[in-house]
């Protein structure tokens, strides 16, 4: 089956800790993306990335760090940098229309926890 | 930033009922999609619209594009349980290299059977 799958499915960092986030895709998408999520609020952009070896902060970049060596794959971390960290991330990837009609498709998510 | 109004912010209502929700910019948009979240869950896509007036069903449901490119709607009809979760909007603006899309907060609708 095609999809996106993101693991794992929760998570818990200790404070001062990096954790990272995984998400693969077997969709041939060319670009992926990274949101949160909190409580009552829309999905804002941590980092999109239109081709390997390349990405661009989005909205909430700081804290995090992201990597694409392969299409297929495109790692979250968080870092202890980044102070409150306890959300819902998203990973999301589309076709590359070169930045028109971008229909992303979303994997189910990673709940990460501060503990 | 651009900023998407998304309302109602929930709504209950009665299986069997209609139901309709909407979301509004003060900027214009190339493409409004609408998703369904269920708890614990990824953003499921519902229906994508890249015309203005664009009129557009999936099953039970059906979106417009605003003629304006301001706007979107979406109704669902003859509710069921199995409807129940978050909807949002999400739109994308004009621009060379434009990935981002905005997202609305979200809709949340309980059915009560």
């Known amino acids: 089956d095609g999809g996106i799958t993101q693991s794992p499915k929760y998570l818990f960092r200790k404070e001062g800790q990096n954790v990272t986030l995984s998400c693969e895709q077997n969709?041939?998408?060319?670009?992926m993306y990274w949101y949160r999520q909190d409580p009552g609020q829309g999905l804002r952009l941590i980092y999109y990335?239109?081709?390997?070896?390349?990405?661009q902060k989005g909205d909430i970049a700081e804290g995090y760090s992201v990597s694409r060596e392969k299409k297929e794959s495109f790692p979250l971390t968080v870092t202890s940098a980044q102070k409150n960290p306890t959300a819902f991330y998203l990973c999301?990837?589309?076709?590359?229309?070169?930045?028109?009609?971008?229909?992303?498709?979303f994997g189910p998510g990673t709940r990460l926890l501060v503990l | 930033g651009q900023q998407l109004n998304q309302s109602p912010q929930s709504m209950f209502i009665q299986e069997g009922e209609d139901v309709s929700m909407n979301c509004t910019s003060s900027s214009i948009f190339n493409t409004w999609l609408w998703y369904k979240q269920e708890p614990g869950e990824g953003p499921v896509l519902l229906i994508a619209?890249?015309?203005?007036?664009e009129l557009t069903s999936n099953g039970r449901l059906t979106a417009q594009f605003g003629i304006t490119r301001k706007d979107s709607f979406l109704n669902i009809s003859a509710s069921i349980p199995s409807d129940v979760g978050i909807y949002f909007c999400a739109g994308q603006f004009p621009g060379a290299g434009s990935y981002q899309l905005t997202f609305g907060k979200g809709t949340k609708l309980s059915v009560i059977p």
């Open positions: 969709l041939n998408h060319d670009a």
């Open positions: 999301a990837s589309s076709i590359d229309r070169g930045g028109y009609q971008e229909t992303q498709y």
């Open positions: 990335s239109q081709i390997v070896n390349d990405f």
């Open positions: 619209l890249y015309k203005a007036g």
